[in-house]
């Protein structure tokens, strides 16, 4: 059973930044990708990165503060994030997708999934 185990997540004031770490078990995964989920809203796709760091993808909410990125070697995905706000505040999921085609920003193609680590940003 692949696992994905997410950290870095915590408390940080408006402005700040934090990282988050995605280490997996084994590297299995077209896409690796981050979503996120506040209280009372739906998961939403937040970034994701191939299995070669080529492509990423990005929500409009986060280009230009945040930066996904992968160390193979580590089996290891992080998610830069700056320039933080308060409505950034949720649960972040760390997620694997397996497949080669389709739209990799969209849930339902990502099968594997961390516990989530929340990050909560005050105003």
């Known amino acids: 059973q692949v696992q994905l185990v997410e950290s870095g997540g915590g408390l940080v004031q408006a402005g700040g930044s934090l990282r988050l770490s995605c280490v997996a078990s084994?590297?299995?995964?077209?896409?690796n990708g981050w979503f996120r989920q506040a209280p009372g809203k739906e998961r939403e796709f937040v970034a994701t990165i191939r299995f070669n760091g080529v492509g990423t993808y990005y929500a409009d909410s986060v280009k230009g503060r945040f930066t996904i990125s992968r160390d193979n070697a580590k089996n290891t995905v992080h998610l830069q994030m700056n320039s933080l706000k308060p409505e950034d505040t949720a649960v972040y999921y760390c997620?694997?997708?397996?497949?080669?085609?389709?739209?990799?920003?969209?849930?339902?193609?990502?099968?594997?999934w961390g516990q989530g680590t929340q990050v909560t940003v005050s105003s």
């Open positions: 084994e590297r299995t995964f077209n896409w």
């Open positions: 997620a694997g997708n397996v497949n080669a085609l389709g739209d990799p920003r969209f849930r339902q193609g990502y099968t594997y």
